[in-house]
């Protein structure tokens, strides 16, 4: 058990399922209290009922008010988890790229903003991003995904740097493939890259306990991704051609 999650007042958002609904059921395991968001509000009620948590459906950018009162006036903890997998180039249409900066990014800074003032005053809360491995790396055939990905993870960054030295802990989760619906959605550009390497939700929910109880910013479900962000730092032409080979193999496959 986490004894920093034991008692602790948690929402997830996007829970109905995937890595949401695997972060709910271990927050409850380790003893915390649930708030379960989905835009579903079905999902979020089986989720909740199955662990003992609150369903508070609706959009995650606006139910901070609702969560914090159904925990009984106080968020301990807020994951950041809703997302959209948004597909396309740079030519996606406007409102493909305003919904995917809306809900990987916006979501998060709404989120900071109504959680920062009571976590600031007190000295201390708990943000969980989770941003993807596109958020360090990038991701073939999905220009909005990828850009507002590396959006949320600046932001997460941001956060730490910020009120670090003022109780503020600042999680980044960054996985590769993980199979959830939204890794089906992916089509053949996941089929190539992700699903060889896909991990279960529950892996992800191990990595971040595990990067809780080590105090680390960056979580890492699948390690390899630690050394691919390393060259891309050292040596981005190079990386860079080597994700062009990637683009063309997709584009052959095609």
């Not at 920093?4 to 271990?26: E, H």
């Not at 606006?62 to 969560?67: L, N, S």
């Not at 080590?214 to 979580?219: A, C, P, Q, T, Y």
């Amino acid at each position: 058990m986490v004894e920093a999650i034991q008692g602790a007042g948690v929402v997830v958002t996007g829970a109905g399922g995937g890595i949401g609904a695997a972060l709910a059921r271990r927050f409850a395991a380790e003893g915390a209290r649930i708030v379960v968001n989905d835009l579903d509000a079905d999902k979020a009620e089986a989720v909740a009922g199955e662990i003992g948590g609150i369903a508070v459906p609706g959009d995650a950018s606006a139910i901070v008010a609702d969560a914090r009162d159904a925990l009984g006036g106080t968020v301990d903890v807020y994951c950041a988890n809703a997302g959209v997998a948004s597909g396309g180039s740079q030519a996606a249409g406007a409102d493909v790229w305003a919904l995917a900066w809306d809900v990987n990014v916006m979501a998060h800074v709404r989120a900071a903003q109504a959680l920062l003032p009571d976590w600031l005053e007190r000295g201390s809360g708990r943000f969980v991003s989770t941003v993807s491995a596109a958020g360090l790396l990038t991701m073939i055939g999905a220009a909005p995904y990828a850009v507002t990905k590396h959006g949320a993870y600046a932001f997460a960054e941001w956060l730490s740097l910020t009120y670090r030295h003022r109780g503020l802990k600042v999680h980044a989760i960054c996985p590769q493939g993980v199979r959830t619906d939204m890794l089906a959605g992916t089509g053949s550009a996941g089929d190539l890259v992700l699903v060889p390497t896909a991990i279960e939700p529950e892996d992800v929910a191990d990595a971040l306990f595990k990067g809780i109880e080590e105090d680390r910013f960056l979580i890492l479900p699948h390690p390899e991704v630690a050394g691919y962000y390393q060259a891309r730092a050292t040596d981005p032409d190079r990386w860079l051609t080597n994700m062009n080979h990637i683009q063309q193999k997709w584009e052959a496959a095609r």
